[in-house]
């Protein structure tokens, strides 16, 4: 019989193939396919698998990494729930996406789904296995379309109707949160669904629901991609795109907690960037001229609201 | 007579309508100037006049900001050395810039020089003003240039020579060892000095330092840019410039202590983003070409070094 890990890891591997495949179709590009071990030595140790299209006729940068690593210890941040765990050998696995397309009115996104697990030994000495995941995705316009929102989230409910009514509710609301750029009180985008730190039903309903989520990508994203790829664009929709870029690397290396964590503790860099856009500007004190489809988006669509 | 704090709040403003006049009379643009001030019901109350360039001819990006706030009490962060004044009321000054060239051949620089003022009671019921102070300037070139850097670290050194034989090796290497991407084991240029917390010889001393590295700032860096801004390039050299710049944005974003607390603690968003870079690419593991210039930088300028 397969091991949890080895089950995740294959539904894993087989998914980046089967979300790079369609990406590189609706592109016309090709990702590159960079397979990596951690150097012996270190602390942490494990591989990954990293691939990335740049420079595409769709995609400007279209990052997705998989990774697996095994570490002697859990982290404190990873045990504040589960105090019987601590210290205790683990392994994590996750595969992670950020889509950065060339034409300002198609979104970026972002996927990621997890598993931890975590051995320790039962009053009878036996041995247990802990599991549990994390994950979630969401959606980034620069130009707001109300159907691409609601139609994104109607997926991500969707994927999490089976798992309980209360879920999606939840993980909504939780996604909200987490992606809030507090240094500007601004949403990063127009949402999706978060969650961490689950595992209600066990193994087995974690890893239904990390599959039921990973599924539903494709048709809650692709949609979008074909909808807005081949709307004529100027300067200044590129100009604003570019600037709103900026909002995202600020996200990125300020707020969240896998890539601000993930640098300062020795993960791959080069995977862990796979998130930057490809080509960003700052400018001081930009704000959208009233009444324009810019100023709209602050207003209409970086608010938390109730897509569905 | 005058406070410590208005001495040396109207020493840094002239020193700001200094630098910025300089600066756009080699650029030939002007600066924007925005005075603020912190919305009244905030815990830290202030003001500060932002001073920006930007699409300028010799730099696109071009920022100066002088800012002084107020707070009731002096947080934790603060007060590591000096517990006798933990929760303190307190008073923070400084000028902060960066600039940022076009040409890719005349670094990126950033100067930075701050006081702060607790004010406490002695054993004897008096008002004691306690201040000390910090800053520094170091060189970000994009191609390395011996001669810059040589020219660089002499003036830094010169500025800190009346303060005592041990300023300069002190600060020197507090420059390298607090401006390292560690998440790359790079350094993000070729340093300078960097110093903070600093007390000795009570205010009189620590202001005068505070003015001879402020007022060496203009003759450290304006020779290497009149030395270099009109050297032709090509979109080679502008890519590399472009990428490089990265690195500016993850060091800011992710290590350095006054961004990170600044957009943590509610500081003001626009005034502290001065210094992330106008346009800036990332792409997946640019290594540089052996026997390049671009490769040049990382083995023989990007590594600590003596400079003088």
């Not at 894993?12 to 397979?35: C, K, P």
């Not at 994927?159 to 939780?174: Q, V």
């Not at 669904?193 to 990390?210: C, L, P, R, T, V």
């Not at 004529?232 to 570019?242: I, M, N, S, V």
């Amino acid at each position: 019989m397969m091991s949890k890990v080895d089950t995740v890891r294959a539904y894993l591997t087989v998914l980046q193939n089967r979300i790079t495949s369609a990406i590189a179709a609706i592109d016309g590009g090709e990702f590159l396919v960079d397979a990596w071990e951690k150097p012996p030595g270190q602390v942490l140790q494990g591989n990954g698998v990293t691939q990335i299209l740049e420079g595409g006729a769709v995609f400007e940068r279209a990052g997705c990494g998989f990774s697996h690593v095994r570490g002697p210890r859990l982290p404190p941040s990873a045990t504040q729930h589960r105090p019987e765990l601590s210290g205790a050998p683990f392994e994590a696995l996750g595969l992670s996406l950020v889509f950065h397309p060339r034409n300002p009115y198609v979104p970026t996104v972002h996927m990621n789904v997890r598993m931890l697990s975590a051995a320790s030994v039962d009053a009878d000495g036996e041995r247990v296995e802990t599991t549990w995941f994390g994950g979630g995705m969401d959606l980034t316009p620069y130009y707001g379309f109300e159907d691409d929102a609601v139609h994104f989230h109607t997926s991500c409910k969707a994927a999490l109707a089976p798992y309980g009514a209360d879920k999606h509710p939840k993980f909504k609301a939780w996604c909200d949160d987490y992606f809030c750029l507090k240094h500007r009180q601004e949403q990063r985008g127009v949402g999706g669904i978060f969650y961490d730190d689950f595992s209600d039903g066990g193994f087995e309903n974690g890893f239904a629901m990390m599959q039921s989520v990973a599924d539903s990508f494709l048709q809650a994203y692709l949609p979008l991609v074909e909808r807005r790829k081949d709307m004529a664009y100027g300067q200044r929709e590129r100009d604003f795109q570019l600037y709103r870029r900026g909002r995202y690397v600020e996200f990125n290396l300020v707020w969240d907690r896998g890539t601000h964590f993930g640098l300062q503790s020795g993960g791959r860099t080069e995977s862990i960037l796979l998130s930057m856009p490809p080509l960003v500007t700052w400018a001081y004190q930009q704000e959208p001229e009233p009444g324009t489809p810019e100023e709209a988006l602050y207003t209409k669509f970086l608010k938390p609201r109730d897509w569905v």
